[in-house]
Nanobody
């Protein structure tokens, strides 16, 4: 059974950076597309970015394009989300999710495995 654990969240000032990690155990991550999702209080879950199982294809929401970069290191069974130029509206709990597919999308219902989430707060 694939298990995902996020880390790297925290409090950062506007304009700052954070790198989130999604570490997998229980299965080889090579066979899974990975997505990052976020949910702010009172708001619906939003797909942020995703990466195909090979790492050759990524997709990101318009709200984060040019600021967030998703990458993966299959040798380490880990996926990363580098977040730069953070804004207060990026404040949310960030979750990674996995689906046993080669391609990826930003629809949460397509994913089967979820981590518990890590809090990101952008505030001065």
């Amino acid at each position: 059974q694939l298990q995902l654990v996020e880390s790297g969240g925290g409090l950062v000032q506007p304009g700052g950076s954070l790198r989130l990690s999604c570490a997998a155990s229980g299965s080889i991550l090579d066979y899974y597309a990975i997505g990052w999702f976020r949910q702010a209080p009172g708001k619906e879950r939003e797909g942020v970015s995703c990466i195909s199982s090979s790492g050759r294809t990524t997709n990101s929401a318009d709200s984060v394009k040019g600021r967030f970069t998703i990458s993966r290191d299959n040798a380490k069974n880990t996926v990363y989300l580098q977040m730069n130029s953070l804004k207060p509206e990026d404040t949310a709990v960030y979750h990674c999710a996995a689906v046993s597919e080669s391609g990826c999308g930003l629809r949460g219902s397509d994913y089967d495995y979820w981590g518990q989430g890590t809090q990101v707060t952008v505030s001065s």
